[in-house]
């Protein structure tokens, strides 16, 4: 696991909805909660310099600690893991957001 820093303006803080518990493919009947989730914005330089931007949705473990900085620019670190072909990103449970200043036009 590597750990990197993701920067971008909090745009949405929420609770997904209860999905229905699945064990071996069947569904058990036990409705569990839905997970904290965030959406990030950011921007992606492509290779003809033009900014893309980007939303990105996060599972949190604190929701308190990011819906103080809603609509500002905050800076917090997330997990990279590969399971088979997939790739994984994931913020770590502990994590803080920082407040980041915008910068000058």
């Given at each position: 696991m590597a750990l990197i820093t993701c920067q971008g303006k909090l745009i949405n803080a929420y609770t997904a909805n209860p999905v229905k518990e699945r064990k071996d493919g069947i569904e058990t009947g036990v409705l569990l909660p839905g997970k904290d989730k965030i959406q990030i914005m950011g921007d992606s330089?492509?290779?003809?310099?033009?900014k893309r931007a980007l939303l990105q949705d996060f599972t949190c473990h604190d929701i308190a600690a990011f819906k103080q900085h809603l609509n500002k620019n905050i800076r917090f670190e997330i997990g990279i893991m590969s399971v088979g072909d997939n790739t994984i990103?994931?913020?770590?449970?502990g994590t803080v957001p920082e407040l980041v200043?915008?910068?000058p036009k």
């Open positions: 330089i492509m290779q003809s310099g033009e990103l994931f913020i770590p449970k200043q915008d910068s």
